[in-house]
C-alpha cells in the first residue's frame, strides 16, 4: 500500500510528551467519536493492528488522497483536552475496526482554570477528602486539538467514483466526480474529478443511488459513459470490475 508521503509520518513523531493526564477522563478519542454509514463492501484488514498517521493541516486534502487510495471514512474524533496518551487512539482505532487513522494536533491555548479546578476536585474524591487545595492547581498546562480520521479499506470497485448530485440550479446536471479511486474502471476510462456524469449505458445518473443501480447491472460489462467537463459533453466506454 503506498500513500502519500505526506501521511507516512507515525504519530510516534509528532513531537509531543503525552502522558497520561487526562486517562481519569476516559478515551477522549471515543467519547467524540462521530461514526460514518458505509455501505459498501470492506476489505479485511492487512495488518492486525492498525495503522497511525499524522495527517495535515489541510483536511480536505488529506480526504481527497484517501478516496484516491480506495479507502472511505468510517468516521472521526475532534477535540480539545490536555496532553493524550497515544496509546488512547490506537485503542480506539482497534474497536471501532479501522485500517488507518490520520490524526493532527495542534496547540490551541493553556487549560482554562475551571477545567485545573475540576481535576483537584476529582484527585480529592480519589484521596476521600472534601478539601480542594488551590495551591495546587496546575500551572501553565497547555491544551491541544485532536483531530482524528478513521479508515477503511474497500473492496475493489465496480466503477470507482465517489460522486455528490448537482446543485439544482446547474446547468449540468448529473453526479459530480469527486474522487476517482486510483487503478479503477473510472480512471482507465479517463474520469476525473468534477467531472459531472450523465449516464453510463441506458442508465440516467438523476440521483445518487443510480450510480449503484448501474454498477449492478453492468458489472463485467464495457458500457458508454457521457459526462461533462468543462461545460462540453463527452463519451468514453468503461470497462466494470466485476461483482467482488
Do not use: C
Not at 31 to 49: S, T, V
Not at 84 to 97: C, D, F, G, I, S
Not at 203 to 225: F, I
Amino acid at each position: 500500500m503506498r500513500l502519500i508521503s505526506t501521511l507516512m509520518m507515525s504519530i510516534a513523531l509528532l513531537g509531543f510528551n503525552m502522558q497520561a493526564s487526562v486517562a481519569d477522563a476516559g478515551n477522549p478519542y471515543a467519547a467524540a467519536y462521530k461514526p460514518l454509514e458505509l455501505r459498501a463492501k470492506i476489505m479485511p484488514p492487512e495488518d492486525p493492528e492498525p495503522k497511525i498517521y499524522k495527517g495535515t493541516d489541510n483536511k480536505d486534502a488529506d480526504y481527497q488522497r484517501m478516496l484516491a487510495d480506495g479507502y472511505d471514512l468510517l468516521g472521526f474524533s475532534s477535540f480539545d483536552d490536555g496532553e493524550v496518551p497515544p496509546q488512547l487512539l490506537t485503542e480506539h482505532a482497534r474497536a471501532v475496526k479501522a485500517h488507518l487513522v490520520l490524526v493532527t494536533v495542534s496547540r490551541s491555548g493553556d487549560v482554562p482554570a475551571s477545567i485545573k479546578i475540576d481535576r483537584l476536585r476529582q484527585k480529592a474524591r480519589e484521596q476521600n477528602t472534601d478539601t480542594v487545595d488551590l495551591s495546587d492547581i496546575e500551572q501553565n498546562v497547555v491544551r491541544y486539538n485532536y483531530h482524528a480520521s478513521y479508515w477503511v479499506k474497500l473492496a475493489p470497485p465496480l466503477i470507482g467514483v465517489h460522486v455528490r448530485p448537482s446543485a439544482k440550479d446547474d446547468k449540468e446536471q448529473g453526479q459530480v466526480v469527486v474522487a476517482v479511486i486510483k487503478r479503477s474502471p473510472a480512471e482507465k476510462a479517463g474520469l476525473k474529478e468534477l467531472d459531472v456524469i450523465m449516464s453510463i449505458g441506458e442508465d440516467l445518473l438523476e440521483k445518487p443511488e443510480a450510480l449503484a443501480a448501474a454498477a449492478k447491472r453492468y458489472a463485467g460489462q464495457t458500457v458508454d459513459v457521457h459526462y461533462i467537463r468543462n461545460g462540453v459533453v463527452y463519451k468514453t466506454a468503461m470497462t466494470l470490475n466485476q461483482a467482488y
